[in-house]
């Protein structure tokens, strides 16, 4: 594969002093040189946030809404004001120093910094080439609901638990989907305690009922996807109807069609649900994904 470009960002925080004419807040550095230090509390403590981006023909999709969100968690976490100017700028540079091909992935980290150090975030951005998720996409995926123990209501009663952010702590999120390999499926639906549907470990959810297209409310402590929004753009753009709801668990199970959405995988439509098979929408799903691959911006 070809090589992944790193950017190392040195003033990742708002009002920063350049030394410079040079210094542009970030450095294109050699990706095989280790950058992070062992005391950095993304390391030690997963105590920081990402974003994934998409980058299709050279072009760094939905970058402004990965820049929102960034900003939001780093609120959350009450980390620093971040410049976005330079986040953007720097995401920019790294998509544009790879080595061309058809889909990459970049993956925007920013940690708390060293332990004992002025507080100064570690940031850095990383685009690397991505597996082909075209197979997922015709044949879609099976996948299981777990629960996530917490309420629906738990980003507005308990924010310092900080669901909604996009936190570097997603070991919970990795455990899953080993949860549901025990269970022979690919991928998870996360369910509040109280039986409400929210996301999915690294992706929203998409539910068909009739010519109506829902998803969970984003106010559920969960995240707002840029794929989400991008295809219910797409999808009022074509005069049908979307919505953000509040949805049980028995409710998606009388949807006609059901998706899961990402920056990275863009699409894969959900051919089961609990064991139980459920019918994929081909001709809806190809026409979706031609719409958020063919996103330039
Ligand atoms: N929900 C979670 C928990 C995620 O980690 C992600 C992305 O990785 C998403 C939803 C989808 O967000 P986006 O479409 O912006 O990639």
């Known amino acids: 594969a070809p090589a992944a470009t790193l950017v190392v960002i040195d003033r990742p925080e708002l009002g920063s002093p350049s030394s410079g004419p040079d210094d542009v807040g970030f450095r294109l550095v050699d990706p095989e040189q280790p950058t992070v230090h062992v005391t950095d509390l993304g390391v030690t403590r997963g105590d920081g946030i990402f974003e994934g981006l998409g980058v299709v023909d050279g072009a760094v999709q939905a970058l402004e809404a990965h ?6 968690s780093a609120a959350m976490l009450d980390l620093p004001e971040l ?13 544009a120093a790879h080595e061309p091909a058809p889909f990459l992935l970049q993956k925007l980290v920013v940690t708390r910094g060293v332990e004992g150090g002025d507080g100064t975030p570690t940031a850095w951005v990383r685009t690397a080439v991505m597996d082909d998720p075209a197979p997922e996409r015709r044949e879609g995926i099976a996948v299981v609901s777990l629960d996530r123990g917490y309420r629906h209501d738990v980003a507005e009663t308990s924010p310092w638990l900080l669901q ?19 269970r022979g499926a690919d991928d998870v ?3 509040s305690s109280d039986g409400y549907t929210l996301e999915g470990p690294s ?16 106010d559920l402590g969960i995240l707002a996807g840029t794929t ?8 009022e753009a074509r005069g049908i109807p979307v919505s ?12 006609d069609a059901l998706w899961l959405v990402s920056s990275g995988r863009q699409i894969a439509p959900i051919s089961s649900l ?24």
Request: proline share 1%.
């Open 67 to 72: 820049l929102r969100r960034l900003a939001r």
């Open 83 to 95: 410049d976005l100017d330079v986040f953007r700028a720097a995401c920019l540079a790294s998509a």
């Open 164 to 182: 909604g952010a996009k936190t570097l702590s997603y070991a919970v999120n990795r455990s899953v989907l080993r949860e549901a390999a025990r």
């Open 189 to 191: 639906l996360f369910v």
């Open 203 to 218: 992706a929203s959810l998409i539910a068909r009922f009739g010519d109506r297209y829902t998803t969970p409310r984003t």
């Open 228 to 235: 989400q929004a991008a295809a219910f753009e797409v999808l």
């Open 244 to 255: 953000y709801e509040l949805l049980t668990l028995d409710r998606v199970r009388e949807a």
């Open 274 to 297: 609990d064991g139980a098979a459920w019918t994929v929408d081909g001709v809806e799903t190809e026409r979706l994904a031609d719409a958020l691959i063919g996103r330039r911006e």
